[in-house]
């Protein structure tokens, strides 16, 4: 996967960009508080790229519970 093609994925999942490190790039979900690294190549493998994605996502919500009460 393109690393262009992975930051737009990123930030339409509302992740902001947090810092530059040495040769990587972090980025942050801000509803989660999950950060990751974005190396900088311009090819990332697959599965890196779905991991960081994953990793990055927001979770399902829970289901809303209807106390007895």
């Known amino acids: ?3 262009v093609d992975l930051i737009r994925a990123i930030e339409g ?3 902001d960009f947090v810092r530059h490190g040495g040769k990587h790039d972090w980025y942050r979900n801000p509803a989660t508080g999950v950060s990751q690294p974005v190396p ?3 090819e990332i493998k697959d599965s890196l790229a779905r991991h960081i994605i994953k990793m990055l996502s ?3 919500a829970p289901p809303a519970s209807n106390p007895q009460g």
Do not use: T
Request: charged share 35%.
């Open 1 to 3: 996967m393109k690393r």
């Open 13 to 15: 999942l509302g992740c």
């Open 40 to 42: 900088r190549h311009r």
């Open 58 to 60: 927001n979770p399902a």
